[in-house]
């Protein structure tokens, strides 16, 4: 049986190990919160893409390649796209 394990030295010897162990994390939390942002970034634009989209005529979207009825889920079909490269 080793005696400094059973001291109060050794809980202090842990105690100061802690935050070490513990600090890891933190770069991996800061990378998805900035995803994340970064994500909220994008659909904010397409939110305006959208904006200012609809106040276009459906003969000038047909001329850009987009419907009226599917002009939301295809701007955010190009965030979700642009995701994954």
């Known amino acids: ?3 400094y394990e059973n001291s109060p030295y050794s ?3 842990q105690d100061n190990a802690s935050p070490a162990r513990h600090a890891r994390p933190l770069p991996k939390l800061a990378a998805r919160i900035s995803d994340w942002f970064h994500t909220c970034a994008k659909y904010y634009a397409a939110a305006a893409a959208y ?3 609809s ?3 459906d003969a000038e979207l ?3 390649g ?3 009825s599917t002009l ?3 701007l955010c079909g190009l965030i979700d796209r642009s995701a994954q490269h």
């Open 62 to 64: 047909r001329r850009r």
């Open 51 to 53: 904006e200012q989209l």
């Open 55 to 57: 106040r276009l005529s």
């Open 72 to 74: 939301a889920r295809d």
């Open 11 to 13: 809980e202090h010897a």
């Open 1 to 3: 049986m080793n005696t």
């Open 66 to 68: 987009l419907d009226r």
